[in-house]
């Protein structure tokens, strides 16, 4: 890690606060918080005030092997608005309110990367999953529900609060990076494209290559080693 990478990781984790930057080949760093004393998550920010129609998606690696959070968003009515979590068999929960639907035993990576993508739309209440270029058939989930009001969005831990109540064993630990939220459901050859490190347009609500974030407690900003490196 260079001086000047450095110097900026010791100023934003002491000091915290909000950042909006360009983290491409960069990755969050969640360590182990096994007592709970820390919880480690980024909150982060976008200026919308409702959505009905979305696609996220992320990369994450990780071997824990417990149920943990992948991406949280909750509103002052319902503290699952929108979240996706996965477990130790691979399993997969989305979350639109008060519904759920759980993908059984999805093909996960233990020792290598992971890209998950997500699309849910309100009008018809399909949702479906999308994990390392293979996809889930659609299911139905929070059919008309629009999310609305204060928003708040979490990676590394699971609110069931708005804005907390953290448990210690649905937070997350390992890394996660090159995450993108978008107001619309994209299309199948975009995901396929942001799977296979193809050319896509970042997202709308949330981009990597712009992102509003607020470090929380003990996470580090690291170089990513999701693509090949190229070594000096």
Known sequence: MGMKSMLFFVVLWTVGGCEVGDLSGKQFSFPSDPRGVNQPHVVLH???????????????????????????????????ALML??????????????ESYVYEKLPTKKFDWNSVCWTWDSGTGLTQLWLNGLRTSQKLVGLNYVVRGDLNIVVGQEQDEFGGGFKTNDSFEGDITDLHMWDHVVSSCDIRSYMNQGSFTPGNLLSWSQLNYEVVRNVFIQDADFEEPICQ
């Open 85 to 98: 979590n996965k477990d130790g068999d691979g399993s997969y929960k989305v979350h639109v309110a008060s």
């Open 46 to 80: 976008t200026k919308v005030a409702s959505i009905s129609t979305m696609t996220v998606c992320l990369r994450f690696f990780s071997q824990l092997n417990r149920m943990q959070g992948l991406f949280s968003l909750a509103t002052r009515n319902h503290e699952n």
